[in-house]
């Protein structure tokens, strides 16, 4: 199968996405646009145990449940489940969903995750868990032709829209966004709370933000 030009500088980055990648990972064209690079995903997994770790004393395993509410090919699903006790994986696309779960396989830890299929924002008022997790559609790789990535424009809801919903199920929400995001749009979205946002570099440069509520 012949790699199509616009991928070619992904698939250069494969390793970096999944260090296990020649181990039989399958991701898809909106797969490589979106997944979070594994460092990243370590990182926010690892954070997340600690900053709600509910067993105390012990600072390298989360005995939380996560939702992982945009799950996609299972990058940031992965690491949850190696730092995490529970995670609930949430993905629309069937197709990506199974990919997710085979990606889980092949670390591992696919019987730490419970793979649902369906709309994150239909399930939330069904759903309970110490962490949401998200990373909601940004638009594909054109959300870097504006200066700055205006949250109320988003595809399907808006960011306040998705935070609220996120909020039906754990006022613990960590917001994966793109790095043009304007730092008081984002802190304004969950007025009152603090409001810690983290810069992300990858291979040298800024990739995106991750904000924890």
């Given amino acids: 199968q012949v790699l199509p030009a616009k ?3 992904y698939w250069a980055q494969r390793f970096r ?3 296990r990648f020649d181990e039989g990972i399958q991701i898809d064209e909106e797969g490589w646009y979106s997944v ?3 460092a ?3 990182s926010t997994a ?3 145990a600690q900053l709600h770790n509910s067993k105390k004393g012990e600072r390298d395993y989360g005995r939380l449940c996560v939702v992982d509410a945009f799950c996609g090919v299972g990058g940031n699903t992965i690491k949850f489940a190696e730092w995490c006790e529970h995670v609930i994986a949430i993905e629309i696309d069937p197709a990506r969903l199974e990919k997710a779960r ?3 396989r092949v670390y591992g830890v696919d019987d730490r995750i419970e793979f649902i299929l369906g709309d994150f924002y239909q399930l939330a008022p069904h759903l309970k868990a110490d962490v949401v997790f998200m990373s909601p559609p940004w638009g594909g790789p054109e959300y870097l032709c504006a200066d700055t990535f205006d949250m109320d424009q988003m595809p399907f809801h808006t960011g306040q829209e998705w935070l609220d919903r996120a909020r039906l199920v754990s006022d613990n929400i960590v917001y994966y966004m793109p790095r043009n995001c304007d730092p ?3 802190a304004q979205l969950f007025p009152g709370a603090p409001c810690d946002i983290e810069m992300n570099m ?3 440069v800024l990739k995106a933000v991750t904000v924890y509520y």
């Fill in 36 to 38: 979070t690079p594994e």
């Fill in 17 to 19: 996405y999944f260090w």
């Fill in 40 to 42: 990243i995903a370590e």
């Fill in 46 to 48: 690892e954070r997340i």
């Fill in 102 to 104: 085979h990606n889980a």
């Fill in 7 to 9: 991928l070619k500088k």
């Fill in 184 to 186: 008081a749009q984002l």
């Fill in 202 to 204: 990858f291979g040298g």
